[in-house]
């Protein structure tokens, strides 16, 4: 763990307790647990401490889907934006693009400690006036060709409808996205893809774990099955980003805004940086 | 400690992280001595915790004044103000009230875990426009009509240039000003309260500690038995309220900001309410 991660952990602890204002025991009880597990694991990396951090989170808040409101309201908020940004990538002259730049937007929707801007759609537009700092996408363009068969992990919800755009905007026969297999601050899972009807436009797969990313250690047979057969791996978020950077996948697009400096400072870029960057 | 209090105390060394930035096992071996005096105390009152945060912070990053340059730019804005607000003060229809107010308002600048506005005047001009919400300053000033000796106890620096006005406005003949025996936060200390030069217009006298409160059990017997004997006690900020609110004096008045919610609830009041309240 850096130690700039180790007060990200305690943030979530407290935005939690803010949200759901348990009893003064509970909190206690709460943040105690979180505070002994980082004790007890210094050196463990980010994204299983997450992962920790949200198991203790729902069992003391006793609440499985600690996010299901945020969610959803993500989720409809860019559904009912969804045919005017379908009309605004299909009339630019790269629809390819267009579709990519806003589904690394997406990935602003992120409720874990990098709490959410009130106005989305304002952040949105200020994100499309900027370009991407490291911009790979000629390269996932021509890997996308080559590809016979394409796995895309999704994130959080509301950036799901632009993945589903980007997915539609490709037009590869073969794409699978993938999700979490169980609820995890507003990350997609299978629910969320069949609610923002992912499941018309491509195959759907559960990771099978509850990490807020994806980390093979927890990830089902079947995923991870998928995961090496795949050719071409487009991987969305900050949170992929940390579980997979070191991964043996030889062909793995990472699709992110690095939303903190130790991120950033590891991509060489700064914080709140786009990047399309192949591992 | 009360759960909010944990997050405060994190803070604390966040910002003084990011502020002095170790290297990054100095850096961790801080965090994890204040996670070990968190997690082997949690029933301890939180102005005892804070002392040993700012010890564990000064022996880890190897400084006895973390936050002298802060100090000395407050004590320097409000000096060069002094004689705007002296006149201002003398003009009003009640120099005591207004000075009073000028005294509370300065416990504004904290440089605890509750981070000092960039503009400290137009603060102080907000404050201004609001009203006590609790304002026993009718029962301060016929105590300080009874009383032949008062101690009033000091809090910030910055804030100890109203502490100076409000006392030359008072003209009571038999005032000690007492302060900080080591520097802590941006306590005032000795050297501050003759910087502004609080010693020109009453005694100045040491609690001979280095809590960010005034804790007698942490106090010289100097410093109690001038508690003891004052008829009156004016206590500043809401450090010295959290360390003396179930004190035994029978005569105390707190003055201050309620800076977070736990301390505001205590006092019946909101966040950011001023009060000027006896025990």
Redesign the interface.
Known sequence: M??EC??CH?KT??SL?RKFKPD?DT??GF??AV??L??AN?DMANPQLATQVHRIARQHLDNGNLYAAEKKEANDLLLGQYEDWKKRVRDTDDPFYTAAKLAVIGNIIDYGAHSVSRDISAQIQGFLQQDLTIDMRGELKEALGRAESVLYLGDNCGEVVFDKLLIETLGHPNITFAVRGKPVINDVTEEDAGYVGMDRVCRVLSNGADAPSTLMDFSSDEFKEAFYAADLVISKGQGNFEGLMECDHPNIFFLLIAKCAPIAELLGVEKNNMVIVRR
Chains 1, 2 share one sequence.
């Open positions: 850096r130690h180790y007060f305690i602890v407290e307790i003064a909190a206690e943040i105690f505070h002994e980082l004790a210094r």
